[in-house]
């Protein structure tokens, strides 16, 4: 095949896997609501949802099992096989479950449903069509649509697991905005990695403090700043009044100014160079904020206060790489 001839191909697959997205979401009805209170009642009693399917199905189940666990919603997933020896034991009275298979025709599913039933614990499928022999034991099913698959011998799943995912994905975003669930409750869930870090750091965690902060009053000359600077390994020093309270910013850019523009500049006050009233971020932030301030305006250093207004750290745009704070 030519470069041009395998593009073509791509976009095919990809326009027949929208297309799916397409209908499932033009098909949506009232079952759709029906089953997202549901659920949202089930976890709101602390109970779980259980997800199984077979073959690419398992894999769907599985997958959203975790985004519903990101989310707050307790959840687990069944292998259907191993459901009836030994594994129902995760499922109790109060649980409720959702069953994925495109045609409804899955022996282990078919063998799995009724047995939840006698369990006490709600039979959902979500199917290919609302005509099959899950769809009759099911207490509600949640239809995805896929014209055609993607596969050109009309043989893999493509088109119907990719309507599947994104219509479970669905639930779980509903179920996640009824929650209310905040960002930082999601944090929490994701301690680890660049989410984690992202959402529950604090500009305490990660700004220079103590002998890495340069701060001093607006008398000291260029040539001390200079040296604290130096100190305290940072481009920037925080310029206080004789109540501690910030007034100014001196960057390495402000040195090399004043070098340019005055021979004696190294004994200088820094009041005289120093950046007036500059952008500040409290303490209490979160780092996100930040980022945020960063990429707002033109600066590479933020000094950090309380809330008197005192200075009590600095962040430096070179270290959010290495804290992975981006």
């Known amino acids: 095949m030519q470069d041009e001839e395998i593009l073509q191909k791509a976009r095919q697959c990809l326009e027949i896997e929208k297309e799916a997205l397409t209908a499932t979401s033009e098909g949506l009805n009232g079952t759709f609501p029906e089953l997202v209170r549901h659920f ?10 259980i997800f199984s399917g077979v073959g690419k199905s398992a894999h769907i189940a599985q997958k959203l099992a975790g985004t519903f666990n990101s989310i707050g919603a307790r959840a687990v997933f069944l292998d259907a096989t191993q459901a009836v020896h030994g594994d129902l034991g995760v499922g109790v ?5 959702l069953l ?13 449903a009724p047995i ?12 290919g069509n609302a005509q099959n022999p899950l769809a009759t034991l099911a207490d509600r099913t949640l239809v995805f649509h896929a014209p055609r698959e993607a596969c050109p011998l009309r043989l893999a799943p493509t088109a119907s697991t990719t309507a599947s995912l994104a219509l479970g994905d669905a639930l779980a975003m509903v179920l996640l905005e ?16 660049q989410l984690g870090l992202s959402l529950l750091l604090k500009v305490e965690d990660i700004m220079r403090q103590d002998e890495r902060f340069a701060c001093l009053p607006k008398e000291a000359t260029i040539r001390e700043g200079i040296s604290a600077m130096t100190k305290a390994r940072s481009g920037a020093l925080a310029v206080v009044d004789e109540r501690k309270r910030l007034i100014g910013i001196f960057t390495d850019g402000d040195f090399r100014r004043a070098i340019i523009t005055s021979t004696d500049a190294l004994e200088q ?8 009233n500059p952008i500040t971020i409290s303490v209490s932030a979160m780092a996100v904020e930040a980022v945020k301030l960063f990429q ?6 933020l000094i950090v206060v309380r809330e008197d207004g005192n200075p009590v750290g600095l962040v430096d745009n070179q270290d959010l790489p290495k804290l992975r704070v981006v």
């Open 178 to 193: 009824m929650r209310k669930l905040t960002k930082e409750e999601f944090a929490r869930l994701h301690p680890a990695g």
């Open 116 to 127: 939840l039933k006698r369990l006490g614990i709600p039979v959902n499928l979500l199917s």
């Open 100 to 112: 994925i298979s495109n045609s409804g025709q899955s022996e282990e599913l078919l063998r799995l």
């Open 269 to 276: 006050k820094l009041e005289g160079h120093m950046t007036a």
């Open 93 to 97: 009275a109060g649980d409720s479950s």
């Open 296 to 301: 707002k305006h033109p600066i590479d250093d």
């Open 40 to 49: 949202h009642g089930v976890i709101a009693q602390q109970h779980k949802i």
